[in-house]
């Protein structure tokens, strides 16, 4: 069964609510998109960057197929709709919030939406 907190995350990426996906992470969190070579740096950084995510690829939902933590340690598998883009998070929590992520997805099937193009 995947942890709630794990839902409650990526339904907040669904929303497109970038506070509310930043209220997950630690005020000095390390955010890593590891297939864009993309670094956030903090809870702003964090937020600025799914505004930039939700411009590029607007009107997405994220399906969580499994997703488990330790007190110190998390990791999910997902699936980015209507692309069908799979992927998966890893990465360390402090107090519950997330300190660092590493986001692994399949960059070679990826396509942006013509709107973005």
């Not at 110190?72 to 799979?86: H, K, N």
Request: aromatic residues 12%; charged residues 20%; glycine residues 6%.
């Amino acid at each position: 069964m995947t942890d709630q907190w794990i839902l409650d995350y990526f339904d907040a990426w669904s929303a497109e609510d970038p506070d509310k996906v930043a209220s997950f992470v630690t005020e000095d969190c390390v955010y890593e998109d590891v297939t864009a070579a993309h670094i956030s740096r903090g809870r702003h950084q964090v937020a600025n960057f799914v505004r930039i995510s939700n411009r590029v690829v607007p009107n997405v939902t994220y399906d969580v197929v499994s997703g488990h933590s330790t007190p110190t340690a998390y990791a999910a598998e997902w699936i980015m709709q209507p692309q069908g883009l799979r992927g998966s998070s890893v990465g360390t929590l402090v107090d519950g919030k997330i300190s660092s992520n590493r986001d692994y997805w399949d960059g070679a099937t990826f396509r942006l939406p013509k709107q973005a193009q």
